[in-house]
């Protein structure tokens, strides 16, 4: 390791400890609720995981190789969040809560190219990148191309797939293709266990946590133009230092940018 990233450790070690709040109104979570001053986390890399999310073995796994190639000690937290009761904000409150209290970078966080992150908040490089998939029973399905009309296709909801396969639909490059959209993973494989869809797009890691016979064949996405989702660690805004040392270490890690 060279001299200027051993130096930078030494930097990093006081940018994890009282660092001020960002400036994001949040209006149902009180001021009083969390503390404007991080705690001192010492020589630990506290990291928060997401519940539920389809990466966590891996996001636990990279956030340790993190630390320890900074020269710190691994914490890994897990978010104490109950996604039933999230409202219109979503995740985003909870989220900036725990970066004031227990983690330094929230792991598992998806890259949508192109859209623009509130102030308070940025990424690192990707860590991880997995494509998305068709699932098909018919063989002979290679892509979206090859599905004929009147084809009932599950599509996770809210996604820049799913914004793709609207335009692909409207500009008449999949005539036919009937878009139903999912907004879980658990909801796409009851629709395909009851013969309520013909196909289904999903995110690949997503069907490590699925069982049952829904599916028999896998197929691209073509010709869709964002075929994949990598996802990276969201920090805070004034945590640039750290940032970049985040960007190293993962660069360290051989994980090449999408």
Known sequence: MDRVLKRAICVASLLVVALPMTALAQPFVPVESYNRTRPDFGNKLPLCVMPNSPTLERDKAVASELA??????????????????????GIWPAILVHLAEQCVGVMGVQLIPGEMAADWMTLSRPYFEAPYVLLTRDEQIESLTDLPPGT?????????????????????TLDGVRR??????????ALMEADELDAAIVW??????????FYTHQGTVVPLGRD?????????TQDQMLRTMIDQAIEALGTEAP
């Open 68 to 89: 320890q190639i900074l020269l710190l000690e691994p914490e890994i937290v897990e978010m104490d969040v109950n996604i039933d009761l999230l409202d219109n904000e």
């Open 152 to 172: 009932r296709l599950g599509v996770p909801l809210y996604t820049p797939i799913d914004e793709d396969l609207m335009l692909a639909i409207a500009a008449g």
């Open 180 to 189: 139903l959209p999912y907004d879980r993973p658990e909801l796409m494989v």
């Open 204 to 213: 690949e890691p997503q069907l490590d946590h699925q069982s049952g016979d």
């Open 228 to 236: 994949a989702r990598a996802v990276a660690v969201l920090l805070r």
